[in-house]
């Protein structure tokens, strides 16, 4: 007599639908995630909120003095504390987003070994918190704009288009890091200081005008350099971005979402057995 053969348990296939319908059926713990992480985080701080303000307005300052006042880089002719920062504003959005999402998982350790549930919501909750910043800096920025007697034009409408690209980048960044951190923890070590070079590497503290225009291509493989650009046209109506740049920004924000979801996807069986 034969012996029966062996059963084999092993996860069955899951597709991008349900998984995504999964997350919507559980929105409501996305919000309790999110609301979570507004709280811990101005939670027993002196100031809480203001350091919001308080981050992109000392480092405007720092860019202003050092790159405005002692190098003298042109401001394309706005106040160089609102040139650098309405970039900074962006900046932070992107920043924000891409380090909470990448450090989401394994800063819920113990939700994700003995908890199941849609484990996209963690890095999709980092989202909410990002946003609240950007806008307590906005509101800043409507001040500044106002000292320096600088109006809003209707440039201003394509705002939330600027803010799409960079929060789709950093969000699509952020989960291929958050599924690598899970497997290897170099990566949060490694992260800020791309992120760090990033800033630099992207026109912040300066205008991407200065840019001698031999590396002109070579820049503008930067896909934020564009967005960069933009949003300061949204806020200061400085120089606009070309379309072929804004294109190829586009273009790696999807290719980043797509990257990112793949990655996650196929690393997410693992996580509970290695985080």
Do not use: K
């Amino acid at each position: 007599m034969t012996a029966p053969a062996p059963l084999r348990l092993a996860p069955g296939h899951r597709n991008v639908v349900r998984e995504l319908g999964e997350t919507w059926q559980a929105r409501d713990l996305l919000y309790t995630f999110a609301d979570r992480d507004l709280r811990l985080r101005y939670r027993q701080t002196a100031l809480g909120v203001v350091w919001v303000v308080l981050q992109p307005l000392v480092a405007a300052g720092i860019f202003t003095f050092v790159f405005g006042t002692v190098a003298h880089l042109s401001s394309d002719g706005r106040p160089y504390l609102l040139f650098t920062f309405a970039a900074l504003t962006g900046w932070n959005l992107f920043s924000g987003i891409l380090t909470r999402a990448s450090a989401c998982l394994v800063g819920n350790s113990n939700l994700v070994s003995r908890v199941y549930f849609p484990r996209l919501i963690l890095p999709l909750s980092v989202i909410p918190a990002a946003l609240v910043d950007f806008a307590v800096s906005l509101g800043m920025f409507a001040a500044l704009l106002a000292v320096y007697h600088v109006p809003p034009t209707l440039a201003l409408l394509t705002l939330p288009f600027w803010m799409a690209l960079l929060a789709a980048g950093a969000f699509g960044a952020g989960l291929v890091a958050a599924a690598l951190t899970v497997r290897y923890r170099d990566v949060q070590y490694v992260l800020p200081v791309m992120v760090q070079l990033l800033l630099y590497a992207s026109p912040v503290a300066y205008a991407a005008s200065r840019v001698p225009e031999r590396w002109h291509a070579l820049y503008y493989l930067n896909p934020l350099v564009s967005v960069r650009e933009g949003l300061r046209w949204a806020m200061l109506v400085t120089d606009a971005p070309s379309a072929g740049s804004v294109a190829w920004s586009a273009l790696v924000a999807a290719l980043a979402i797509a990257a990112g979801v793949v990655v996650f996807r196929r690393m997410e069986r693992s996580f509970a057995d290695v985080i």
